[in-house]
């Protein structure tokens, strides 16, 4: 046998290291982690997945006429997906097309620069009014939508005007009737939010900017393959009037792998204006319908081999088990002592929040709950509490994704949460005082100059930090989140996050 040319370990050593690298990994099958992964529990899936991602790995999904199985595929999964949002008839479609993106971040952008691309060709003498007086068109949302809005908002160049939500999260028609005008370029309503699992008001807000002639895109990034099958809902979809456009992820209640989503317009020539295109170059015609140039096509073969298969009534099937799960999980939890559910979740998203209603000694903290949870095997989610600009407080809480796969863990997962709230009962929120004084103590005082905040150097940050309890065990994670958290509620909100740019930052500096 020849020697190998090459100079590094072997193709099994390396195999073996990244095996041993995944063991570190929270687990991404069996519903002990309760966001971040959509676990259907079929084997028959993932198996079915994997394959079709693998036949199509070498691909370039940047150009459909050299590989047209990506056309194929493409054009496929978008008549599915309009089908499964009510634009499957020209009579509630209007003619809905669309094209299939990276995930729902990627959807969520392309359907602010599409409408704000629109916006500015209707209205060029206001744009032009608006830049003179340094001002931007503007992007209106309840608080609670994802904030792939607010990145959106920054990317191109639109003021993000937030309708408040009430103490619950959920949000009124007639806050977004208030804030319509001319320069709004982008109405934007959720289904469901992701942080309580609200469905915000589709109809009454679509059909309000339908009158002020404002696009109105809903977010169904989330929902967007459970809620078709959710039952008792309203109509949310492309059978609402109003409704221009809507993202919805495959790679979430779609239970393809990560990296797809669609986003799908009403009408051609809202889709065209989603399109990059240049000749002005002297290599190929660039022209394609996402932020990304060269792409994968292993995450889109996975989507539309998964939607052949389930069709329509396996997504409702798999839709009926995380109803009977957020059901169970709603009823149960509101049974303990101390904590309650946040508001009214529509959909398999659900926000655990304390019950103020009893007394102090009594109140469970969500994030003490989530730490205590994860030392029993099961993940949820922190959400900071935050105010919003009318000062109406929106609680700290704990997020819990419900997946079909979540039905087959209720038998543990109900005691674990009874078991956690009953360790932590009585355990007031964590308080960042001593991190506070840490910050003082370095030097760091979280003040205005300027009109804007002060943000911490990296090197602050990361002392910071390490007062917050990370970088010790050789990881840069504090081994509990509340403390830290409860950090974030408290600084200024640029503050808060140049500290977490620098947590993430160091997680994979080298
Ligand atoms: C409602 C909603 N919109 C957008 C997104 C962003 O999706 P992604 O993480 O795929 O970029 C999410 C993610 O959870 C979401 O829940």
Redesign the pocket.
């Known amino acids: 046998m020849s020697a190998s040319p090459f100079a590094g370990p072997s193709a099994a050593d390396i195999l073996a290291e990244l095996a041993e690298l995944r063991a570190g990994d929270a687990p991404t099958q069996g519903g002990r982690v309760l966001s971040y992964v959509y676990d259907s529990g079929l084997s028959e899936l993932d198996e079915l997945a994997r394959d079709a991602a693998e036949l199509t790995r070498p691909l370039n999904a940047l150009d459909p006429t050299t590989f047209p199985s990506i056309a194929v595929m493409e054009r496929e999964l978008i008549a599915f997906m309009r089908r499964a949002l009510g634009g499957g008839t020209p009579r509630f479609g209007g003619g809905v097309v669309g094209s299939v993106t990276s995930?729902?971040?990627e959807s969520?952008l392309l359907a602010v620069k599409t409408a704000r691309d629109l916006w500015r060709a209707d209205h060029p003498e206001l744009a032009a009014k608006l830049a003179r007086a340094g001002k931007q068109p503007r992007l209106v949302t309840a608080s609670t939508v994802?904030a792939?809005f607010q990145k959106a908002a920054r990317m191109f160049d639109l003021d993000w005007d937030p309708v408040a939500c009430e103490p619950d999260g959920s949000v009124r028609a007639a806050g977004f009737e208030e804030k319509l005008g001319a320069d709004v370029a982008l109405v934007v309503v959720?289904a469901p939010?992701?942080p309580n699992g609200a469905l915000d008001p589709v109809a009454e807000v679509a059909g309000i900017a339908k009158e002020f002639g404002v696009s109105c895109h809903v977010?169904a990034?989330?929902g967007g393959l459970a809620l078709p099958w959710w039952p008792g809902l309203p109509d949310w979809d492309f059978r609402v009037p109003g409704v221009t456009s809507i993202s919805a992820?495959l790679?979430k209640f779609g239970y393809a792998p990560k990296g797809v989503?669609v986003l799908l317009h009403r009408g051609r020539k809202r889709h065209r204006a989603q399109f990059f295109a240049t000749t002005s170059w002297p290599g190929y015609p660039v022209v394609n319908p996402t932020l990304l140039g060269s792409k994968p096509a292993s995450p889109l073969a996975a989507a539309w081999a998964i939607s052949k298969r389930l069709g329509f009534d396996g997504y409702a099937a798999l839709t009926a088990s995380c109803v009977r799960s957020a059901e169970t999980i709603v009823r149960e939890a509101s049974l303990i002592r101390g904590l309650n559910v946040w508001g009214a979740p529509s959909g398999p998203s659900i926000a655990l929040v304390t019950d103020d209603g009893v007394p102090e000694g009594e109140r469970v903290d969500p994030h003490h709950l989530a730490d205590e949870l994860a030392t029993r095997g099961f993940r949820i989610q922190h959400q900071p509490g935050f105010t919003q600009r009318n000062g109406v407080r929106l609680p700290h809480t704990a997020h819990l994704t419900v997946t079909p796969v979540t039905e087959r863990t209720l038998p543990e997962l109900v005691p674990a949460l009874q078991a956690a709230a009953d360790a932590v009962r009585g355990r007031r929120q964590a308080s960042p005082r001593l991190e506070l004084l840490g910050m003082q103590a370095l030097g760091f005082a979280p003040k205005r100059e300027g009109g804007a905040y002060r943000v911490p150097s990296p090197d602050m940050a990361w002392r910071i930090l390490k007062i917050a309890g990370a970088g010790s065990r050789g990881s840069s994670l504090p081994g509990k989140l509340a403390p830290l958290m409860a950090l974030a509620e408290k600084l200024p909100a640029p503050v808060a996050e140049a500290i977490l740019i620098e947590l993430l930052a160091r997680v994979s500096e080298p």
């Open positions: 995930g729902g971040t969520c994802h792939a959720s939010a992701y977010d990034c989330f992820d790679h989503s």
